[in-house]
C-alpha cells in the first residue's frame, strides 16, 4: 500500500508538470530543462568522438527501442482509459467521504506493478538489443570511454566499484544515455554534422 501510494504521487508529480507545461511559461520552463539535459547528454556523447558511419549504425536500434517504448506506452494508456471511469468514481466518492475501496486499490496497484515489470522487460530488451551493436561498432576505447563515463556508485550505491565489470557500466551507458528520450536527435543532427 505504501508502494502504491509512492507511485501515486510520482504519478501526481508528473502529471503537475505536464500541466504547467500548458502555460508560456511552462513550455519556456520545459525546453530549458531538455535543453540542460542534452547539455549534459553531450557530455558523454562528444568525447565518444564517433564518426558518421558509426552513428548510422546504431540509430535505427535505437529507433526500435523507441518504438518499443511508444508501444507500451499506447497499451499503458489503454489499460488507463478503461479505468478512467472508475478511478474518477472513487475520487468522487472520496472527496463526498468514502474510503476509496481496498479491491479498487489492488486493482490499480497490480496495474501499476504490471506497467514497472513491463517497462523493466523493455528497457533490459532494449539495452542488450544497442548493446549488440554498440560491440560490433565503436572500437575498444570507445566501448572504455561509455564504460567510464557515469559514475556507477550514483545509481547503484551499495555496490562496490572494484565489482562492476565494464560491461555493466556500458550497459548503464546504453540505458541512461544512448537510450535516453533526447538523445536520439543529437545523434541524428551529429550525424548530419561535420563528423568524419
Known amino acids: 500500500m505504501k508502494r502504491f501510494l509512492i507511485v501515486l504521487g510520482i504519478i501526481l508529480v508528473f502529471s503537475c508538470a505536464a500541466l504547467s507545461q500548458v502555460t508560456d511559461k ?27 558511419d558509426q552513428i548510422r549504425k546504431v540509430l535505427p536500434v535505437i529507433e526500435k527501442a523507441r518504438r518499443d517504448v511508444r508501444t507500451q506506452e ?11 471511469a472508475k478511478v474518477d468514481k472513487a475520487v468522487e466518492n472520496g472527496i463526498k467521504g468514502d474510503v476509496p475501496d481496498k479491491q479498487l486499490l489492488r486493482e490499480l496497484n497490480a496495474m501499476i506493478r504490471l506497467f514497472s515489470m513491463k517497462r523493466k522487460e523493455i528497457g533490459d530488451d532494449n539495452a542488450k538489443m544497442v548493446m549488440e551493436v554498440a560491440k560490433t561498432t565503436f572500437n575498444a576505447g570507445q566501448l572504455k570511454a561509455m564504460a ?10 551499495g555496490v562496490k566499484p572494484e565489482e562492476v565489470k565494464d560491461e ?3 550497459n548503464l551507458f ?20 561535420p563528423r568524419g
Not at 567510464?148 to 550505491?157: C, G, H, Q, W
Request: avoid cysteine; hydrophobic fraction near 45%.
Open 26 to 52: 511552462g513550455k519556456q520552463s520545459a525546453a530549458t530543462l531538455d535543453k540542460m539535459r542534452q547539455i549534459d547528454l553531450l557530455n558523454h556523447l562528444v568525447p565518444l568522438a564517433m564518426n558518421k
Open 148 to 157: 567510464n563515463s557515469l559514475d556507477f556508485k550514483v545509481y547503484y550505491p
Open 74 to 84: 499506447d497499451e499503458e494508456a489503454k489499460f488507463l482509459s478503461q479505468s478512467a
Open 174 to 193: 546504453i540505458r541512461e544515455i544512448l537510450l535516453d528520450p533526447l538523445a536520439y536527435d543529437l545523434l541524428v543532427k551529429m550525424q548530419a554534422g
Open 168 to 170: 555493466d557500466k556500458i
